[in-house]
């Protein structure tokens, strides 16, 4: 029963109806969701985390061998996988910069990974002193391959990563300033872009609809 004071007709009083279907989702079917959406997330996390491996472990053969020339070629595809998963780069703690900072990203004598292999091959011209810095690299993306199969993940961290990471290419990585040695940007951009799209692509379920 409604009451409106002042109203005048049916002494300001009447009855309030409301139509349409309840609809209710359960606690249960919400945590089912958002474990639909990491799963297919870490599935495709651990698809590009195995091929990591495989394609780092053909880069730092060459780079340990010290040939130049096979190093180079090797190097595009090494990085294209850890540009696609890097939407949760931070959710890998002290292995993101490990295997991905560049320089003055880190003190100097703690610099390693593929940046600093990069600049040894396009600026020094030469491999020299960087068997330790492969060897490691390899070791690297090794632990990384085992941790995504146990790391936490949230689909809220799955979708801001990536929108994170498409912010990064378009005001930073733009610029050319990650592969600031060997101009393969366009190489890195495409994997961001690759692995922002399947980010929210398994997270896209649990988002309301949009109403056009």
Known sequence: MLACPGGTENGGKGTLTVTGTATTTSTGAV???RAAAVGRYRDYLEE???????????????????????????YPAARVPYERIEP??????DLDPAI?????????AQW???HKIEQAMYVNGNLDRMTPVAQKLLADVKRLDTL????????AAIA??????????????ITGEEERYSHIDLVDL???????KNAFQSVEKLLPPIRR
């Open 88 to 93: 949760v780069a931070e959710s890998f703690g």
């Open 112 to 114: 390693g990974g593929f």
């Open 160 to 173: 801001n990563g990536a929108v994170e990471l498409l912010n990064e290419v378009s005001t930073s990585k």
């Open 148 to 155: 995504v199969q146990s790391v936490k993940l949230e689909p």
């Open 48 to 74: 590009q985390s195995t091929l990591l491996v495989s394609t780092t472990t053909t880069f730092t053969n060459a780079v340990v061998a010290g040939d130049l020339a096979a190093a180079k070629a090797a």
């Open 190 to 196: 495409v994997g961001n872009v690759d692995g922002a």
């Open 100 to 108: 991905d900072a560049r320089a003055n990203d880190v003190p100097a």
């Open 31 to 33: 945590a089912d969701a």
